[in-house]
């Protein structure tokens, strides 16, 4: 699931195709199809004047850099991170022991998932690693359970990998309420349960 | 998050650029009232940051990742000049002390000092690997206007004042620090879906009087807004929202900047048989057109687009054509490069570029961790 991408190669090409015109012809009038086919005009007006309250800021970060640039520090290399107080992190969410892991009785939503509502989430501290298993549903069709898994490195900085995973059978969102192990107890919205095998990622 | 659905996928889609006359520019100057102080042709980026849904707690995991990036900025992997949200979550209120919880995972609240000191170990992390002194760095921790676990929206006006604070905080950090170029703002995702408008409206103006001049991005959604040519009369969006309101949230406000979410990669046909129309940067188009015909030719300024390929593709399912879930069936499919190309379009070459033309300067695309900074 761990991906870098280049640019698009044809938006690559597009950009190499607009730099050549920009350097060798200056004057050149680039109109879109669309305004070939009668769209509007192809001026655009660009850099305008900002409103006094948008130069404000503006002018507030030139003098910040200026200061920045009147104490410039070289680079340290022995930089130490600047400590974290116990206060600044707590834990609010209600958990408790299930199997292998640890229940938490809620959790916030995924973002960069569409349409997914979450219940409840399953953690278990591992060597090196934290896997974490959310269950719930589709907004858009209240038949479809879901099963997200996501796995970090051990203080979840680092995404490993995951995926979601459709229920088997179409009996409303699901909500984890047991762990034997690392096999979840999932009860779905119309009472049916189901396990979820959380080292296989399969249901069973 | 989603904003609209629409039934045509995208096709072959040509990003158009454009190059001035400059007689041609002179013209659309003297025709335009307070506007060009000097004429450029409008551009993009040409590279783009990642941008992070922060889940780990631990400050030396910041400070590698602000040096991960300059690194890259160092090699040319990253562009020059970045902007990289650090988005914290959903603001709550723990007893006295403000914060966020943190997304995902176990829903960890975090303070403000937390937040405050993470991102000034991003901003050290990122000064002390970088070794090409032309570049910059705009950091912007974030948050959202959904509500907390316990049902209740905290971002409010008073909510508003203590961000501003922070990023007064922040900056007057790295300033002490030394770290050249290195500048922090913040951030907030205001999703029309998530709150109604006034509360939201209030937090921009308190973090304005407190900020010191320093910025906000907004990089939500225009959920439920008009898409159509012509819908810029201070239409309805979703959640009593209005076009008014997002401009102002995005730009009105004093320390508002816009840094619009373009996630779909679902197009749609319009009246006028234009295919290959994008909503969400339409959506944009429209708030811009307002502000240019209802706020004293005042339409906004697009910052940079924000997309969450990465962060879609890394929690759901594969795109093989057939899982209705995957960000492909969804539509939150949109690479940096394709939602970047859909809002200068929308901004340049469609429907109304007198009005919005500009050029965007920054790139960034979401991510959990900082898996790939």
């Not at chain 1, 879109?32 to 130069?55: C, D, E, F, R």
């Not at chain 2, 889609?13 to 400059?22: D, F, G, K, M």
């Not at chain 2, 991102?119 to 990122?126: H, L, M, R, W, Y």
């Not at chain 2, 090409?132 to 950091?139: D, I, K, V, W, Y």
């Amino acid at each position: 699931m761990i991906r870098d991408r280049g640019r698009l190669p044809s938006f690559q090409a597009t950009r190499r195709r607009f730099i050549a015109i920009a350097l060798a012809a200056p004057i050149v009038l680039v109109v879109s199809a669309a305004a070939l086919a009668g769209g509007p005009p192809a001026t655009i007006p660009v850099n305008a004047t900002l409103p006094a309250t948008k130069q404000a800021t503006v002018d507030a970060y030139t003098a910040l850099v200026a200061r920045e640039k009147a104490n410039a520090a070289p680079a340290n290399p022995n930089w130490s991170p600047i400590p974290i107080a116990n206060g600044d992190v707590v834990q609010l969410i209600p958990h408790h022991a299930a199997g292998a892991g640890e229940l938490y009785d809620g959790a916030t939503q995924l973002p960069g998932q569409t349409g997914i509502v979450v219940a409840n989430v399953w953690v278990e501290r591992q060597p090196g690693r934290i896997v974490e298993v959310y269950a719930g549903g589709v907004a858009d069709d209240p038949t479809l359970g879901v099963i997200t898994v996501a796995i970090w490195n051990s203080s979840r900085a680092v995404w490993l990998g995951g995926g979601s995973y459709w229920a088997p059978a179409h009996h409303g969102s699901l909500a984890i309420i047991d762990a034997a192990g690392e096999a979840l107890a999932l009860r779905a919205a119309d009472g049916s349960t189901v396990t979820f095998d959380a080292v296989t990622d399969a249901f069973r | 998050m989603l904003i609209v659905r629409s039934t045509k996928k995208r096709g072959a889609r040509a990003v158009t650029r454009t190059v001035l006359l400059p007689a041609v520019v002179a013209l659309a100057t003297a025709l335009l009232p307070g506007v060009v102080a000097r004429a450029a042709a409008a551009s993009m980026p040409s590279n783009y940051t990642y941008s992070i849904y922060v889940t780990s707690t631990s400050g030396s995991d910041a400070s590698t990742a602000g040096c991960n990036l300059a690194t890259k900025v160092n090699s040319g992997l990253r562009p020059l000049s970045s902007f990289v949200i650090l988005d914290f979550g959903t603001p709550y209120l723990n007893g006295s002390t403000w914060g966020t919880y943190l997304l995902g995972g176990t829903g960890q609240f975090v303070s403000t000092t937390f937040i405050t000191n993470v991102t000034e170990d991003f901003g050290a992390g990122f000064h002390n690997c970088l070794t090409n002194g032309s570049a910059s760095l705009r950091l912007a921790p974030g948050e959202n206007d959904a509500a907390a676990p316990d049902g209740k929206h905290y971002f409010t006006g008073s909510n508003g004042t203590v961000w501003g604070g922070l990023v007064v905080s922040v900056n007057n950090w790295l300033a002490s620090y030394g770290a050249v170029n290195v500048t922090a703002a913040a951030a907030v995702d205001v999703e029309p879906s998530w709150y109604t408008p006034a509360t939201p409206l209030l937090w921009g103006s308190y973090f304005s009087a407190a900020s010191g001049g320093y910025a906000y991005y907004n990089f939500g959604s225009a959920d439920g807004c008009p898409y159509g040519n012509g819908q810029y009369t201070n239409l309805g969006c979703n959640n009593s929202w209005n076009q008014y309101d997002l401009w102002d949230m995005s730009w009105g406000i004093a320390a508002a900047w816009p840094a619009p979410e373009d996630y779909n990669n679902t197009y749609y046909t319009d009246a006028a048989g234009t295919g290959n129309v994008d909503p969400q940067s339409r959506q944009w188009e429209n708030i811009s057109r307002y502000g240019y015909h209802y706020q004293s030719t005042n339409p906004l300024y697009v910052q940079t687009v924000t997309t969450q390929w990465e962060a879609c593709h890394q929690v759901n399912l594969p795109d093989d054509g057939t899982n209705p879930n995957s960000c492909y069936s969804t539509g939150v499919n949109n690479t940096q490069a394709q939602g970047d190309g859909d809002m200068f379009n929308a901004m340049n070459n469609d429907w109304a570029p007198l009005e919005t033309g500009q050029s965007i300067q920054w790139a960034t695309d979401m991510e959990w961790g900082y898996t790939l900074s």
